[in-house]
Nanobody, 124 residues
């Protein structure tokens, strides 16, 4: 497994922006998919965005399309999530995750490695 460490969460007002980062412990991302998920208490982990590392193709959950952008810096082995126009319903713990095979999958069960999570709280 790969060690992933998220950062960048915090408290922000509705309409504001945050950028999350996810640093990987080793250079293992010549292929595979990295993704962002989020989870609220009592709810299942929800797909937010994913990126095919090798070809830089992306996909987004319907609730964040047009507001969030996933990107990666291969030289730094770091994944990002730029979140704009934040809404109170975006409040959750955000996790980055990795799976070694090509193809973005929305189910969290397909991912092998997970970070510890970072809390994003959006006030109205």
């Amino acid at each position: 497994q790969v060690q992933l460490v998220e950062s960048g969460g915090g408290l922000v007002q509705a309409g504001g922006s945050l950028r999350l980062s996810c640093a990987a412990s080793e250079r293992t991302f010549s292929s595979g998919v990295m993704g962002w998920f989020r989870q609220c208490p009592g709810r299942e982990r929800e797909f937010v965005a994913g990126i095919n590392w090798a070809i830089d193709s992306t996909d987004y959950g319907d609730s964040v399309k047009g507001r969030f952008t996933i990107s990666r810096d291969s030289a730094k082995n770091t994944l990002y999530l730029q979140m704009n126009s934040l809404k109170p319903e975006d409040t959750a713990v955000y996790y980055c995750a990795w799976k070694p095979t090509y193809g973005i999958i929305y189910s969290y069960t397909a991912y092998d490695s997970w970070g510890q999570g970072t809390l994003v709280a959006v006030s109205s």
